[in-house]
């Protein structure tokens, strides 16, 4: 369900992007980088698009005139993979890279906070302890 949830939202994204009122300019890639939440951002042009659906999946690549990219592939099982990128209010270019699939969302970049360590230790204790019966209270049934 989450999966197609999420191809419902991208593709929605996509016809939205598709309805421009005027044509899409040629825009020099030589520009200088300016933040998320300039003036101009309302403006923002697409400079590149593709879209590719397939029985087997699909392609999707979007770059904006401000700098917005975002990179979408997925396979004939559902499994997606790709990318978003920006510039922050700082100036600074950030990457998010993404893989969803049978073992959820996971998303890596430097804007990612990293998983707390005490995080990793409970998931690996759920993991060696889910075949333990719990009782209503959540106590063990086996000490």
Known sequence: MFKALMICAIFGLAAAAVHTPHPVPHVDHHVEH???????????????????????????????????????????????????????????????????????FRATGDAVPAVPDWVGRQLAWNAEHAHEEVHAHGHNAHH
Request: charged letters at 25%.
């Open 34 to 104: 300016h933040a998320v939440g300039h003036a101009d951002d309302v403006h923002a042009d697409v400079v590149s698009r593709s879209d590719d659906v397939r029985a087997d999946g699909f392609d999707h690549v979007l770059e904006t005139s401000n700098h917005i990219s975002r990179s979408d592939h997925s396979d004939e099982h559902g499994n997606q993979h790709g990318s978003y990128g920006w510039i922050s209010p700082e100036g600074q270019h950030i990457e998010i890279k993404y893989t969803a699939d049978e073992h959820g």
